[in-house]
T-cell receptor
Framework: RKEVEQDPGPFNVPEGATVAFNCTYS??????FFWYRQDCRKEPKLLMS???SGNEDGRFTAQLNRASQYISLLIRDSKLSDSATYLC?????????????FGSGTQLTVLP | GAVVSQHPSWVICKSGTSVKIECRSL??????MFWYRQFPKQSLMLMAT?????????EQGVEKDKFLINHASLTLSTLTVTSAHPEDSSFYIC????????????FGAGTRLSVL
């Protein structure tokens, strides 16, 4: 079983739509959680951290459910520029290295 | 602006040659740098963790003699792909962690390696 699993998509949605991505992680002792965005042939960039209380940044809302080992990202009023691959990232309890473990990503295309 | 500079961004080489990729942290000192590899439509896979002044820690299945890592200073780590073969063609991304209270990990722009 993969340590971080995501629905690969692709998700093709019209502009203005609301879209949600899910991610599950296998290690219950995982410490920190993030959503990254990766554009084609580019490096991943931090979109937002994910907290148990849930957090919102503009049109983006992230949720963490530790009991279910589940992370979500909600994008409201999607824009063409939101088209990218969204990576669920977890820090596993691997000592002091605090290494990021990436999901394989969910591809989003926002259509005009 | 970029806080981690990775160079070159794209390299094409013949099979059997060696390729060096540089990763520099700008404006901060990075005691730890990470090297990832990403094949098309796959996730980033950690290859090794590079610590300044000590030997790199390689992930299982990554050949340390093939992927030489040197972290000679607090702002520079290099990855050398030795005797590259077509199967080494991939997207290599470095990352540097800014320590202290921020503890944020920044990524370089990546190097696309094509081995002919």
């Amino acid at each position: 079983r993969k340590e971080v699993e995501q629905d690969p998509g692709p998700f093709n949605v019209p502009e203005g739509a609301t879209v949600a991505f899910n991610c599950t992680y296998s290690n219950s002792a995982s410490q920190s959680f993030f959503w990254y965005r990766q554009d084609c042939r580019k490096e991943p960039k931090l979109l937002m951290s994910v907290y148990s209380s849930g957090n919102e940044d503009g049109r983006f809302t992230a949720q963490l459910n530790r009991a279910s080992q589940y992370i979500s990202l909600l994008i409201r009023d999607s824009k063409l520029s939101d088209s990218a691959t969204y990576l669920c990232v977890v820090i596993l309890p691997s000592g002091s290295a605090r290494q990021l473990t990436f999901g394989s990503g969910t591809q989003l295309t926002v259509l005009p | 602006g970029a806080v981690v500079s990775q160079h070159p961004s794209w390299v094409i080489c013949k099979s059997g040659t060696s390729v060096k990729i540089e990763c520099r942290s700008l404006d901060f000192q990075a005691t730890t740098m990470f090297w990832y590899r990403q094949f098309p439509k796959q996730s980033l896979m950690l290859m090794a963790t590079s610590n300044e002044g000590s030997k790199a820690t390689y992930e299982q299945g990554v050949e340390k003699d093939k992927f030489l890592i040197n972290h000679a200073s607090l702002t520079l780590s290099t990855l050398t792909v030795t005797s590259a073969h077509p199967e080494d063609s991939s997207f290599y991304i470095c990352s540097a962690r800014q320590g202290g209270s921020k503890n944020i990990q920044y990524f370089g722009a990546g190097t696309r390696l094509s081995v002919l």
